[in-house]
């Protein structure tokens, strides 16, 4: 996986991975591999052990009270796990590096995964990160739609809050009983 200009890879494997974290290092690397990053060298369980941490922070990206705090948040991840950007042509095509070569697994996908963030956030807007609004679903999206205006999760939990509203119209308000 290449970073693109906005990206989209990068900031979808975050919360892929935040919302259901993988259990070993093996799942992590195949999960990654999924998801069409390269794998150079062999993911370790002390790779897992960062990468966990790594998702803890980033959630707390999302969970920000405000832009500033979430710039903040991520300047933070970018000052522990980028270094100056490098042009590198390794796989053929000359493209951008933000990390030094023959880095372990899990700092090769720390800087993939700020890097990545800072592209979305600020080329597609710093509010495009969020949790589902049905409350007790706490799954954790990038919103990449056109609109910008993502609320849920998927359309199931976008069907189960449209019924839950249409039962509350429904009902009849609050007041004193015909009866
Ligand atoms: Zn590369
Ligand atoms: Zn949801």
């Given at each position: 996986?290449?970073?693109?200009?906005?990206?989209?890879?990068a900031?979808?494997?975050?919360?892929?991975?935040?919302?259901?974290?993988p259990?070993t290092?093996?799942?992590?690397?195949?999960?990654?591999?999924?998801?069409?990053?390269?794998?150079?060298?062999p993911?370790?369980?002390?790779?897992?052990?960062?990468?966990?941490?790594?998702?803890d922070?980033w959630?707390?990206v999302?969970?920000?009270?405000d832009?500033?705090?979430?710039?903040?948040?991520?300047?933070?991840?970018?000052?522990?796990?980028?270094?100056?950007?490098?042009l590198?042509?390794?796989?053929?095509?000359?493209?951008?590096?933000?990390?030094?070569d023959?880095q372990?697994?899990?700092?090769?996908?720390?800087?993939?995964?700020?890097?990545?963030t800072?592209?979305?956030?600020?080329?597609r807007?710093?509010?495009?990160?969020?949790?589902?609004?049905?409350?007790?679903?706490?799954?954790?999206?990038?919103?990449?739609?056109?609109t910008?205006r993502?609320?849920?999760?998927?359309?199931?939990?976008?069907?189960?809050?449209?019924?839950?509203?249409?039962?509350?119209?429904?009902r009849?308000?609050?007041?004193?009983?015909?009866?």
């Amino acid at each position: 996986m290449h970073l693109n200009p906005y990206g989209e890879g990068a900031v979808h494997l975050a919360a892929e991975l935040a919302n259901r974290r993988p259990g070993t290092a093996q799942e992590l690397e195949d999960r990654c591999r999924a998801a069409g990053l390269v794998v150079e060298g062999p993911v370790l369980p002390t790779d897992l052990t960062r990468i966990l941490a790594l998702l803890d922070s980033w959630e707390s990206v999302v969970d920000a009270a405000d832009e500033r705090e979430r710039a903040e948040r991520l300047n933070r991840m970018l000052a522990a796990d980028a270094a100056h950007p490098r042009l590198t042509d390794h796989t053929g095509g000359w493209h951008l590096h933000y990390r030094d070569d023959h880095q372990p697994f899990a700092a090769v996908l720390s800087t993939l995964i700020a890097v990545g963030t800072a592209f979305h956030l600020v080329g597609r807007g710093m509010h495009r990160l969020g949790r589902c609004a049905v409350a007790e679903c706490t799954t954790v999206f990038a919103d990449t739609t056109r609109t910008g205006r993502r609320r849920y999760c998927s359309q199931r939990c976008a069907n189960r809050d449209a019924v839950r509203r249409h039962r509350r119209a429904a009902r009849p308000a609050s007041g004193p009983a015909l009866a």
